[in-house]
């Protein structure tokens, strides 16, 4: 068996020692003769599981019991839709930041039930940019301000808070659990996690309590946050093998030393990988230095008749998944916390070769 190097954006790579466990684990969990795929939830074998899934997150996140922590369905995209229906309350408004496609996606979303005010657009840089604070202009009557911290597409990264009077919320889908965040200033944290916490199926919602109960009275009774608040996300059946292995990576994570020793291995990937390229006139990024994103590398090749060659060759190499989103071209790596170093060494060594057998 071999194992490739893959640089998906989501559904992304998973550590190989989870993926093992769960491979070992799969027809008879933990000496009870059935795969967790077949056991009811609301089992005490996967209440135990979601449990310490939740206690684990916790833990890695700082969580304090101020919050709710849900494990809903639907992917970060339904989010788009439960965050103006969960806080919009009688305000009717919503502060939402653009920097790029994730940002535009949710906008577009909550402005079927909200007053969207824009409060700031970096789409004049072709979102290579973060607008800086000073110049949001924010509603005074917003219930909330929206943002994404990270762009999985345009790779770019917020590494500052927005600070506000109004609840902050923030699709962290592609960027939670790549390094520590301070979860107390946010009013709802969302993420699908097919990027950086698991298998697609599962989504994960992390609510300030104070902010439940204001849900629009339209709201479907799965999109209303209280519902699984009151149910400990099993109101209906939950993804139960998405939670299952969302718990491992939980484990695998505490056992590399929790986000700050990923943190330091996700930045010295990234600056590996941004070095190499600001290095090679060959290779490119667009976007501002300090807005560079950690998990997500789009580069462009100076000259894109070659990006069909790049793509196949790397492929031949064990290197997968390098193309760029449809919406810029070029090529993206994304590097998220599952994606070794030595993929990361891998992927370089051979944009150099690439670059020597064109010149
Ligand atoms: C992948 C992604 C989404 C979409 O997630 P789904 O779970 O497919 O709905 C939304 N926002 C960001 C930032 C993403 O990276």
């Known amino acids: 068996m071999t194992r490739v190097h893959n640089f998906c954006a989501g559904p992304a790579a998973l550590p190989e020692a989870v993926l093992r466990q769960a491979q070992e684990e799969m027809l008879d969990w933990q000496g009870c003769g059935l795969s967790i795929m077949e056991m009811s939830h609301r089992s005490k074998e996967i209440v135990s599981i979601a449990e310490k899934a939740e206690s684990d997150l916790r833990e890695l996140l700082n969580i304090s019991d101020d919050y709710a922590v849900l494990f809903l369905q639907g992917g970060a995209s339904t989010q788009?839709?439960?965050?103006?229906?969960?806080?919009?309350?009688?305000?009717?408004?919503?502060?939402?930041?653009?920097?790029?496609?994730?940002?535009?996606?949710?906008?577009?979303?909550?402005?079927?039930?909200?007053?969207?005010?824009?409060?700031?657009?970096?789409?004049?840089?072709?979102?290579?940019?973060?607008?800086?604070?000073?110049?949001?202009?924010?509603?005074?009557?917003?219930?909330?301000?929206?943002?994404?911290?990270?762009?999985?597409?345009?790779?770019?990264?917020?590494?500052?808070?927005?600070?506000?009077?109004?609840?902050?919320?923030?699709?962290?889908?592609?960027?939670?659990?790549?390094?520590?965040?301070?979860?107390?200033?946010?009013?709802?944290?969302?993420?699908?996690?097919?990027?950086?916490?698991?298998?697609?199926?599962?989504?994960?919602?992390?609510?300030?309590?104070?902010?439940?109960?204001?849900?629009?009275?339209?709201?479907?009774?799965?999109?209303?946050?209280?519902?699984?608040?009151?149910?400990?996300?099993?109101?209906?059946?939950?993804?139960?093998?998405?939670?299952?292995?969302?718990?491992?990576?939980?484990?695998?994570?505490?056992?590399?030393?929790?986000?700050?020793?990923?943190?330091?291995?996700?930045?010295?990937?990234?600056?590996?990988?941004?070095?190499?390229?600001?290095?090679s006139d060959f290779y490119a990024n667009p976007v501002e230095i300090q807005s560079r994103s950690l998990m997500n590398v789009p580069f462009t090749l100076a000259d894109d008749s070659l990006d069909k060659a790049f793509l196949q060759q790397s492929e031949e190499a064990g290197l997968l998944n390098l193309k760029g989103h449809r919406s810029v071209g070029g090529m993206r790596a994304s590097i998220y916390n599952a994606v070794s170093e030595q993929a990361v060494d891998d992927l370089i060594a051979f944009m150099a070769n690439f670059k020597k057998t064109q010149s």
């Open 80 to 279: 788009f839709s439960a965050v103006p229906l969960n806080l919009l309350g009688d305000k009717g408004a919503a502060d939402y930041v653009n920097t790029g496609q994730w940002s535009k996606k949710a906008i577009k979303e909550a402005s079927r039930y909200a007053d969207v005010n824009v409060a700031a657009s970096s789409e004049d840089t072709n979102f290579s940019t973060i607008p800086p604070f000073e110049q949001w202009k924010l509603n005074p009557q917003a219930a909330y301000l929206h943002y994404t911290p990270n762009e999985t597409i345009g790779g770019v990264e917020f590494f500052w808070t927005p600070q506000v009077d109004v609840p902050l919320v923030t699709d962290m889908s592609s960027t939670i659990l790549s390094r520590p965040i301070e979860v107390e200033k946010y009013g709802v944290i969302y993420a699908g996690a097919q990027k950086n916490i698991g298998p697609a199926g599962l989504t994960i919602v992390i609510v300030r309590k104070d902010l439940l109960g204001q849900a629009q009275s339209v709201t479907p009774t799965m999109l209303n946050y209280q519902t699984a608040a009151d149910n400990d996300s099993m109101y209906n059946t939950p993804p139960t093998y998405a939670l299952y292995l969302a718990g491992l990576v939980f484990q695998w994570l505490k056992a590399q030393g929790g986000l700050s020793a990923m943190e330091v291995i996700n930045r010295r990937k990234a600056e590996k990988l941004y070095g190499y390229i600001d290095n």
